[in-house]
């Protein structure tokens, strides 16, 4: 297995949910971290409870992942505090389930912007470096909803199906380059996605599966760590995640 003591990961939607777990899991492994989100009051409450927890370095940017400019400016930051950036994790997204009659354009905007070209934007700003380091592990958190589609997921599954579709294709052309690429696609994960969901009758169907089993956001933080930590030979192309269907006693 690679040892990840000492080495960096930059981690975008990390104020909450599966970015904040991912950023915990790597602290654990002794890895620096880089908080990346537009929340950076909470950023700053996790930085600090990582530092005192683990003898490991945080640095906190502010970032909006729909803008390119911002994007640059992490990687920029992250080279100039730790020298190279061993882990991208491209895990900002938004959750905007709607059915398309209700014709909610903005979200189905919104969901682009973060969801496909926020990811564009973190492999535009990270990948120059690691191709000049010959190294490097570029993590796309996609979606259960990227390999299939349920009603209401229309929009967000097409964004999810295209960040696949990336890290597909990055696999395929950097696979001489020593950069390694991870698609994680967790299946329903208790976070706060749901609750930006406007769509009443969305909102109405989910009231239904009250006893839907999820998994919690440590499962999938453990599922990045792994690819991380394979050989650096192993690339692990594809994690799927879900939840069993039967509670454990």
């Known amino acids: 297995m690679t040892e990840l003591k000492?080495?960096?990961?930059?981690i975008t939607g990390a104020s909450s949910g599966i970015g904040e777990s991912i950023a915990q899991h790597f602290a654990?492994?002794?890895?620096?971290v880089v908080l990346a989100a537009r929340r950076e009051d909470r950023l700053h409450n996790l930085a600090d409870s990582l530092k005192s927890n683990h003898?490991?370095?945080?640095?906190?940017?502010?970032t909006d992942v729909t803008k390119q400019?911002?994007?640059e400016r992490l990687v920029k930051e992250t080279k100039d505090e730790f020298k190279t950036v061993d882990y991208f994790v491209n895990n900002a997204g938004v959750m905007l389930l709607s059915f398309l009659k209700n014709d909610k354009?903005?979200?189905w905007e919104k969901m682009i912007d973060v969801n496909v070209k926020g990811v564009l934007f973190g492999i535009h700003a990270?990948?120059?470096t690691m191709l000049e380091q010959e190294s490097g592990h570029i993590i796309n958190v996609s979606s259960v909803a990227g390999h299939e589609v349920f009603p209401s997921s229309t929009v967000y599954s097409?964004?999810?199906y295209a960040v696949k579709a990336l890290s597909q294709g990055m696999e395929k052309e950097l696979s001489k380059t020593g950069v390694r690429v991870?698609?994680?696609?967790?299946?329903?994960?208790?976070?706060?996605?749901?609750e930006h969901i406007t769509d009443e009758e969305v909102l109405e169907m989910f009231k239904d599966r009250g006893d839907r089993i999820t998994l919690e956001a440590d499962d999938i933080a453990r599922s990045v760590v792994y690819a991380a930590s394979q050989p650096n030979y192993v690339n692990v192309n594809e994690v799927i995640v879900r939840p069993m269907q039967k509670k454990s006693k």
């Open 126 to 128: 990270s990948l120059p």
């Open 158 to 160: 097409a964004t999810k």
């Open 55 to 62: 003898d490991i370095q945080v640095k906190v940017v502010q």
């Open 182 to 194: 991870t698609n994680i696609s967790p299946g329903a994960v208790s976070t706060e996605l749901p």
């Open 69 to 71: 400019e911002d994007m």
């Open 28 to 32: 654990s492994e002794g890895v620096n």
């Open 105 to 107: 354009v903005d979200e």
């Open 6 to 10: 000492g080495k960096t990961a930059v």
